[in-house]
């Protein structure tokens, strides 16, 4: 499983492109955005398509500037995969 962000450092209430492969087919994924302590601040469900694709777009919620923040894709079957979502100024 893998996950790509677009682009990979975003300003508070920009957009972020998630995409993700090699999920479970056709399964709930859930998208979330987690600040460096681990909490959750976002949480977004989307669906793989037959072949465990998925794409969606997140609006990042305000954030201190300089965070590094988490991307994680978490789908029941096939577990979680997670990437680093930077937020500067």
């Known amino acids: 499983m ?7 450092r975003v300003c508070s209430l920009d957009t972020v492109a998630v995409a993700g492969n090699g999920f479970t087919a056709d399964a709930s994924v859930t998208v979330e955005l987690r600040t460096p ?41 096939s577990g979680a995969t997670r990437t680093k979502l930077t937020v500067s100024a």
């Open 37 to 77: 302590d681990g909490h959750s601040i976002l949480s977004h469900r989307t669906s793989a398509d037959h072949t465990g694709a998925f794409a969606t777009v997140l609006v990042v919620p305000e954030v201190r500037e300089g965070t590094d923040c988490t991307v994680i894709a978490t789908d029941p079957l």
């Open 2 to 8: 893998k996950i790509t962000l677009q682009p990979g």
